[in-house]
């Protein structure tokens, strides 16, 4: 039985394809279409799925939408009654496209894809809740899914177990942690649902001088961790921006101006909120915990991409183990509608996991084989190397341990915001530049954002304070002390942006300012040749960390195919793009022609 699940129309549309209960395929609408964070129908990502199954949509048993669009419909108009005659302007822009197109989805499904066979509307949170339990390793658990808003639902929790997914309880719009964090991305200057992880990354350089301002004012928090926010200081409900004046006023002053110099007040806020949603989702899970008698819990929705608070939740020990869906945001939508399908709405049994995680390192989206890369050189006349298995692996460590800068296009593309090694960027973690030279000369991003480390799943808990796994990029741990640095006094004293360039510890380049780093360990059965890379590295070098950031730039989606990975090499100052065998070193180039102005572009997103 073949089920095509579906998220569309708010942001990351997705699409992804079971097999009975096996993954085939899943990717990110934006892969394919450039645009970030595309909302459109997914019909780029429906083609790769139908492709990879090998069927046509005709074979599909089912098709799934992540949520239902007549209750969201139901919410908005309510929402917008509610508070009339305000929002106005915000109503006269969203309305037209739900009557002509949101709000009719099974007859756009229908019309899109000619497709005749039977469409099903899972709940939001519903879908979350499957996306994250059945690839999870557990055979029973409980959830918790967080984000800004699904239909009505905006927190969901509950039990899952071969008898299907209990919801025990929810919180409604428009109450979000979610919108919350998200209103504090707007005031201090940056994109909603696209920078939320900036907020997080500028949260240590900032004190949480604004705790209690928040709790005072904004959210009433109970010890359950259930809250309601005071909406006199919103406007997300009927407006157009996520803050009023009210809130400005509260803060001292109006948001941020995007691209405008980052002040300690804007570090400050972000450190501030983090530590509220933190303290939030620890109550939340207690609560769980409490009610259920689980031992362990799954999480998914945009909030679980939080990895700072869920390393926190991993170390507080309140569940023996979590598990978070490496696409935790509305594009696992897609993923969980169709699992949701299988499971709940056909009554199929669930196969016993045996402790097996069944997301398949999230390596769910295109590959392309060597001959296929060959012909893209060939027909644009592009000089390479081509080396076997072996000489790869000696030939790109010695670039890392040179201090190279490596485009590693590798294998099938995540399914996810996270790049995991196959669309990635990497270099040496124990370089004292390579934050810096990847920030500004590579990525075009901000200065203070922090690079993830990939390491070798055997050697992690020798590097950084983990007993676990963490192969989706999903959790904060703190460098080993052994190979932190001692600061000075002088080191010491400084506060915010001017820590940004002090050596840390033995791998400066992905130490945060707090000595935690967002950590990837790599096993050798989901990713066999990065792990071999990272291991020959570590042969060469002793450190079996280096470092990995999503091959794009700034305002644009990881690379899909081998002409976006050479687009991006060329615009960048990546050294070296290495796609499957292939190996293009920069100064071997011809002159690269591109008729758009990039690095404006990119400055300006």
Known sequence: MFILGISAFYHDSAAAILYDAEIIAAAQEERFTRIKH??????????????????????????????????????????YLTFAPHGIKSFMKAIPLWIKKKIWMKELIKKELNYSGEILFPEHHESHAASAFYPSPFERAAYLTLDGVGEWATTSYGL????????????????????????????????????????????????????????????????????????????????????????????????????????????????????VTENIMLKMAKHVKKITNEKYLCLAGGVALNCVANGKLLREKIFDDIWIQPAAGDAGGALGAAFVTYYQHLNNKMPNKNGKDLQRGSYLGPKYSNNEIHEFLSLHSLPFKYY?????????????????????????????????GSRTIIGDARSPEMQKNMNLKIKFREGFRPFAPSVLAEKASDWFEIDRESPYMLLVAEVKKEKQRKMTIEEENLWGIEQLNIIRSEIPAVTHIDYSARLQTVNRQDNPRYHALINRFYEKTGCPVI???????????????????????????????????????????????????????????
């Open 547 to 605: 470092v990995n950031t999503s091959f794009n730039v700034r305002g644009e989606p990881i690379v899909q195919s081998p002409k976006d990975a050479y687009t991006c090499f060329m615009r960048t100052g990546i050294d070296v793009l290495v796609l499957e065998n292939f190996v293009l070193c920069k100064e071997e180039q011809p002159e690269f022609h591109d008729d758009l102005d990039w690095r404006q572009k990119y400055e300006l997103d």
């Open 388 to 420: 076997e298995d072996e000489k790869l692996l000696d030939v790109v460590s010695d670039f890392i341990s040179a201090g190279k800068v490596i485009g590693w296009f590798q294998g099938r593309m995540e399914f996810g915001p996270r790049a995991l």
């Open 38 to 79: 595309d909302q459109n129908f997914p019909i780029n990502a429906i083609k790769y799925c139908l492709n990879e199954a090998g069927i046509t949509i005709q074979q599909i048993d089912y098709i799934a939408f992540y949520d239902k669009p007549f209750i969201k419909f139901e919410r908005i108009l309510e929402t």
């Open 160 to 275: 899952c177990s071969e008898n299907g997914i209990k919801i025990l309880g929810e919180l409604h719009f428009p109450h979000s942690l979610g919108l919350l964090y998200s209103a504090f991305t707007y005031y201090t200057g940056f994109k909603v649902n696209s920078g939320e992880y900036k907020v997080m990354g500028l949260a240590p350089y900032g004190k949480p001088k604004y705790v209690q301002k928040i709790y005072d004012h904004l959210i009433d928090l109970k010890e359950d961790g259930s809250f309601k926010m005071n909406m006199e200081y919103f406007d997300y409900c009927a407006g157009l921006t996520m803050t009023n004046d009210k809130f400005n006023n509260l803060f001292e002053g109006k948001p941020r101006v995007p691209e405008t110099k980052l002040t300690q007040k804007e570090m400050d806020l972000a450190r501030s909120v983090q530590e």
